[in-house]
């Protein structure tokens, strides 16, 4: 391939496709920040539900922690779109099969992290729901079970960022 310019080596769509990816990489950085800033805060149960904030999709009182935690998942649920549509550039893609799998993976990544944020939070919460996680888990007490949905977040938050 010596000699040959990048446009004939590299095809634009494929050159655009590793943009967007370089893209959801940064995105992913980002979330990951604001999950920092959530934690470093205390502001993880400043939102009593999920998925919803208060009941509603934007809750009407957005300062101090309601405002951190609301911008995570917002973060969050870009976040999602973005790896989502990467997934399925490269589905669609002339790409190797691996590539492919590696962009499905990230995408049920991603679901998986949201759903153990969205658990931690109802754990601490939800009355039904903690009284479920302590029968299953045979914890003492529910503090123990929002510490390990909480590792549990943040170290796939590390392994997301990987995939993306």
């Known amino acids: 391939m010596a000699g040959l310019t990048l446009s004939q080596r590299t095809s634009l769509p494929s050159i655009w496709l590793h943009r967007f990816a370089l893209a959801v990489a ?7 920040s604001a999950g920092a800033l959530v934690t470093s805060t205390k502001s993880g149960d400043a939102i009593p539900d999920w998925p919803t904030s208060y009941g509603a999709l934007v809750p009407s009182y957005l300062a101090g922690g309601v405002l951190i935690e ?9 976040t999602a779109l973005l790896v989502m549509s990467l997934a ?11 590539l492919k799998g590696l962009g499905g993976a990230a995408f049920l990544a991603v679901l998986a992290q949201a759903v153990l944020g969205g658990l931690r939070v109802l754990v601490v919460s939800h ?5 479920t996680a302590l029968q299953v888990t045979g914890a003492p007490h529910s503090e123990a079970i929002r510490i390990a949905f909480a590792i549990a977040h943040a170290t796939l938050a590390q392994i997301v960022l990987s995939l993306a």
Do not use: D, E, K, Y
């Open 70 to 78: 609301w911008t995570h998942r917002f973060v969050a649920g870009v």
């Open 127 to 131: 009355p039904q729901v903690q009284a």
């Open 26 to 32: 940064a995105m992913a950085v980002v979330l990951i």
């Open 88 to 98: 399925i550039w490269l589905a669609i893609s002339p790409v190797p099969r691996w």
